[in-house]
């Protein structure tokens, strides 16, 4: 197996700015637009923003750091990094089949929902939200969750696409698609805050999203799902930094980068919410109406706002970007696993990788039609079962596992070295090394611990 000697030939980001679009992009995905406004309405607003902030600096840019850092001195895609860096026999390397499983568990489920924003684009174009009365909308979603053909269509179509950037190489594919689509990304969502701010309810919204207001905050299960939120959002935990970073140079600061990461990733999903909640409070809509905020609420809004389409279709294909930038980065993980372990090209690699995790997707295409009657855990559909295995189990247990591996397992000398080749900043090192012993693991193992005692008593953390 051509493990340990392609080091020299490895693929590599054509500039920092590349690699920090690319990282950028993979962080900045649904979890930003759909999922960060709907959680900080069910989690209350204000404080619990805060607290997500809070995490991002604490547990989210040293895990970020380790993650990338592991990833640079071990030249490979996780299984291989361990490998590498700990030798052949070494257990670490489960901690990479952990993080590759979960990358095609998370892609798996993360194709369909990205199918349904290119349903929702389709319909924004095509007029669909005019054509009916608004009560007519929310069930819209509904429908295309029940419809098995549709759900595997837009899936197909979408995996499609990701597999075209993916076969195209880290620089002439995912470097140059994210090159395109995340500055593309800004730009629309700059001009839908524009847009915003010029509605009734964007005051009220402000201190909705700002203000720290106690009587509306939740406690404990808040934080932990502020924890869990940066996680995802920051695309923690199963390698995916990782690999992006096995690609950076050596004369990139990794702390940093990892810091610009991270503040990128928290602003798209504060302006995401500033650009949400006006509409929703001008509207006169609850705030905590969970995942369907999106795809349910925000169609009946778009169909009475003046220009409400074209903010519509912007709106839809934003979120698209997202989710193709994102995708990507679960495919390269996997692929890439495939390429090193079993010798293959890319492009046979980045297909067979990508066929046979569609393949497995169909299950979450078809949990809402065909198998909505199967359970997995707990009282879960397949598609949610998936989501909770692999998010909220997977990706804490591996960010524990990185944190502990740069914290405690690669030696103080050897970390110091990686750190700081390319830092503008090697005084910060004995800080972070703090941080990723025992902060960063202490605080995800909280989560962790929460997460298994709810699997027991058989109530769910709030997500
Ligand atoms: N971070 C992305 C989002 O917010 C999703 C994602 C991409 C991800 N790659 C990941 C999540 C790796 C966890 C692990 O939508």
């Given at each position: 197996?051509?493990?340990?000697?392609?080091?020299?030939?490895?693929?590599?980001?054509?500039?920092?700015?590349?690699?920090?679009?690319?990282?950028?992009?993979?962080?900045?995905?649904?979890?930003?637009?759909?999922?960060?406004?709907?959680?900080?309405?069910?989690?209350?607003?204000?404080?619990?923003?805060?607290?997500?902030?809070?995490?991002?600096?604490?547990?989210?840019?040293?895990?970020?750091?380790?993650?990338?850092?592991?990833?640079?001195?071990?030249?490979?895609?996780?299984?291989?990094?361990?490998?590498?860096?700990?030798?052949?026999?070494?257990?670490?390397?489960?901690?990479?089949?952990?993080?590759?499983?979960?990358?095609?568990?998370?892609?798996?489920?993360?194709?369909?929902?990205?199918?349904?924003?290119?349903?929702?684009?389709?319909?924004?174009?095509?007029?669909?939200?005019?054509?009916?009365?608004?009560?007519?909308?929310?069930?819209?979603?509904?429908?295309?969750?029940?419809?098995?053909?549709?759900?595997?269509?837009?899936?197909?179509?979408?995996?499609a696409f990701t597999i075209g950037v993916v076969i195209g190489g880290?620089?002439?594919?995912?470097?140059?698609?994210?090159?395109?689509?995340?500055?593309?990304?800004?730009?629309?969502?700059?001009?839908?805050?524009?847009?915003?701010?010029?509605?009734?309810?964007?005051?009220?919204?402000?201190?909705?999203?700002?203000?720290?207001?106690?009587?509306?905050?939740?406690?404990?299960?808040s934080v932990l799902a502020a924890v869990g939120q940066a996680f995802?959002?920051?695309?923690?935990?199963?390698?995916?930094?990782?690999?992006?970073?096995?690609?950076?140079?050596?004369?990139?600061?990794?702390?940093?980068?990892?810091?610009?990461?991270?503040?990128?990733?928290?602003?798209?999903?504060?302006?995401?919410?500033?650009?949400?909640?006006?509409?929703?409070?001008?509207?006169?809509?609850?705030?905590?109406a969970g995942p369907g905020l999106v795809f349910k609420t925000l169609?009946?809004?778009?169909?009475?706002?003046?220009?409400?389409?074209?903010?519509?279709?912007?709106?839809?294909?934003?979120?698209?970007?997202?989710?193709?930038?994102?995708?990507?980065?679960?495919?390269?993980?996997?692929?890439?696993?495939?390429?090193?372990?079993?010798?293959?090209?890319?492009?046979?690699?980045?297909?067979?990788?990508?066929?046979?995790?569609?393949?497995?997707?169909?299950?979450?295409?078809?949990?809402?039609?065909?198998?909505?009657?199967?359970?997995?855990?707990?009282?879960?559909?397949?598609?949610?079962?998936?989501?909770?295995?692999?998010?909220?189990?997977?990706?804490?247990?591996?960010?524990?596992?990185?944190?502990?591996?740069?914290?405690?397992?690669?030696?103080?000398?050897?970390?110091?070295?990686?750190?700081?080749?390319?830092?503008?900043?090697?005084?910060?090192?004995?800080?972070?090394?703090?941080?990723?012993?025992?902060?960063?693991?202490?605080?995800?193992?909280?989560?962790?611990?929460?997460?298994?005692?709810?699997?027991?008593?058989?109530?769910?953390?709030?997500?």
């Amino acid at each position: 197996m051509a493990v340990q000697q392609q080091t020299g030939k490895r693929a590599h980001w054509g500039s920092k700015m590349g690699f920090i679009l690319a990282a950028a992009g993979s962080a900045v995905g649904l979890g930003n637009i759909w999922k960060f406004p709907y959680v900080t309405g069910e989690n209350g607003g204000g404080l619990f923003v805060i607290i997500c902030v809070a995490c991002v600096f604490l547990v989210g840019i040293p895990i970020m750091a380790a993650e990338i850092l592991i990833g640079r001195r071990g030249q490979g895609s996780p299984i291989t990094a361990y490998e590498n860096l700990r030798g052949n026999k070494s257990l670490w390397k489960l901690l990479g089949w952990v993080g590759v499983v979960a990358g095609f568990i998370i892609l798996s489920y993360y194709v369909v929902v990205a199918g349904w924003t290119l349903d929702y684009l389709f319909k924004a174009i095509t007029g669909a939200f005019w054509a009916v009365e608004t009560d007519q909308i929310p069930p819209m979603f509904d429908t295309l969750y029940a419809s098995a053909f549709w759900n595997v269509l837009w899936m197909v179509v979408f995996m499609a696409f990701t597999i075209g950037v993916v076969i195209g190489g880290v620089q002439a594919g995912i470097e140059r698609w994210n090159g395109v689509l995340m500055p593309g990304l800004f730009l629309m969502l700059i001009g839908l805050l524009i847009y915003a701010t010029t509605l009734d309810g964007f005051g009220e919204a402000m201190r909705f999203v700002f203000y720290p207001d106690l009587s509306r905050f939740k406690g404990t299960s808040s934080v932990l799902a502020a924890v869990g939120q940066a996680f995802f959002s920051l695309s923690l935990g199963m390698g995916a930094m990782l690999t992006y970073g096995s690609y950076l140079k050596k004369d990139s600061d990794i702390l940093r980068s990892a810091a610009i990461i991270s503040v990128l990733d928290i602003i798209v999903a504060l302006m995401a919410a500033c650009i949400l909640f006006p509409v929703i409070f001008t509207f006169g809509f609850e705030p905590s109406a969970g995942p369907g905020l999106v795809f349910k609420t925000l169609p009946v809004i778009f169909a009475q706002l003046p220009g409400g389409q074209l903010v519509a279709i912007v709106f839809f294909l934003l979120l698209i970007f997202a989710a193709v930038t994102s995708s990507v980065s679960l495919l390269e993980v996997v692929g890439s696993t495939v390429m090193e372990r079993l010798g293959w090209g890319r492009r046979p690699a980045v297909l067979a990788s990508g066929l046979v995790i569609a393949i497995f997707g169909l299950l979450s295409a078809l949990s809402g039609s065909t198998l909505s009657g199967v359970k997995l855990l707990g009282d879960r559909s397949i598609f949610d079962s998936f989501d909770f295995l692999a998010a909220e189990l997977m990706l804490p247990l591996g960010g524990i596992g990185i944190a502990v591996f740069a914290g405690w397992v690669l030696q103080k000398k050897e970390t110091k070295d990686e750190f700081d080749q390319g830092s503008k900043s090697p005084q910060l090192f004995p800080f972070w090394r703090v941080l990723v012993q025992f902060v960063a693991p202490a605080a995800v193992a909280l989560v962790f611990v929460q997460t298994i005692l709810s699997l027991f008593s058989g109530s769910d953390v709030v997500h």
